[in-house]
């Protein structure tokens, strides 16, 4: 049902019907014009001489269609059959139960009545009748059935073709949908990182025209001109986060309801995460920002990882810390350690002798985990 239209199923069905009821009846007609054509030819066909009264018509015509009958297999396609002869005014000369024999001196009365009957002229009439077991019946609901199957078989093909066509156009449309949207999450990375660098040099210009009186009016040129291109890029990173909207909008639009049980999936995955670290070192807290990190380490960098994680709840004095992250008035400092040689960690140290675990990021994502610390520093003593 989900290939073949219900219209095309039931034309399938009634089709053999009405095919069946509009030929069989044509054929018998066809066939009994055929058969009385040809019955006329042979009707009076007879090596005695009808004139002198050697044979009767009504034994000349009976035997002769009893050997016509007898000669044709097409009469046994039919349940049954009514051959009738009769002069041109209705006596009728076939079938006739019973045709007595004349005797030699006869001859003359059989002569005198086959010349009445031939003057008065022979009317042949063929019927036939086609039952539902007749072979004429069960040969033609055969074909009909047949070439119904076969049409219905051929719809179904096209239907099949056509919606796996439209399956592969679906499919493409979602294929460039997330290329789109991978761009354009690429192009927001540029931009974020972009306003985070001008995000500092305007904080950077703002100390500095506070320390400084000499350059102040160079100093707000600068600044105006700083805030302006924040602005303008702010205004760019909202355009790129509503295309991206829109794409994940299409994408949805398009995409399985399998694949939309995904994302349940993944956060699923990041609560069991988050709660296995919590149960297992006691001395440690994990961010949530932490625990995306470590979800998207290949399996062997998070092997390593969780050794770092593991001697920080042990004994935070022995972790090697590569370098301190901020730090200052009013802000807070992280530290930065090292793990499979590109993986870091960034943690935080808590009083009474416990660790925050910030952020878990590689040397690639080094520029997105330091914007998130500065935009947390703070918070976190706060919290």
Known sequence: MKYLPFKQIMLSLLLPVILYVWSVPLCERYVAGYHQAKMKQVLLQSEKSLWDGEAAVKEVVRDNLTRYVAERLSFVLFSSRTITVRTGFGELLYPVTDTPSSPLDDRQVVATENYRLLQEGLVVDVEFFTGPTAPLSVMALLVFSALAMGALYRVYRKQVVYISAEQQER?????????????????????????????????????????????????????????????????????????????????????????????????????????????????????????????????????????????????????????????????????????????????????????????????????????????????????
């Open 171 to 383: 499919d493409c449309a979602i294929a460039s949908l997330r290329a789109g949207e991978r761009a354009a999450e690429k192009q927001l990375e540029v931009l974020g990182g972009r306003q985070e660098a001008l995000r500092r040099s305007l904080e950077k210009a703002r100390k500095e025209l506070i320390e400084s009186t000499e350059s102040q009016t160079e100093m707000v040129e600068e600044i105006e001109v700083l805030e302006s291109l924040v602005e303008e890029n702010e205004t760019q990173l909202t355009e790129q986060k509503s295309e991206i909207r829109q794409l994940t909008q299409k994408i949805e639009a398009h995409r399985p309801v399998k694949e939309k049980k995904a994302g349940k999936r993944a956060h699923r995955e990041r609560e069991i995460t988050a709660r296995r670290l919590t149960t297992l070192y006691k001395n440690l807290r994990v961010h949530e920002r932490a625990v995306q990190g470590f979800l998207a380490l290949d399996e062997g960098m998070r092997l390593k990882c969780e050794e770092v994680i593991h001697q920080l709840n042990g004994d935070p004095g022995g972790v090697s810390v590569k370098r301190k992250v901020f730090g200052g008035k009013g802000l807070d400092t992280f530290l930065e350690t090292e793990f499979a040689y590109k993986g870091r960690i960034y943690f935080l140290r808590l009083p009474g002798g416990k660790v925050e675990v910030v952020a878990i990021g590689t040397k690639n994502s080094q520029a997105t985990e330091l914007g998130f610390l500065h935009r947390i520093s703070g918070e976190t003593k706060t919290a």
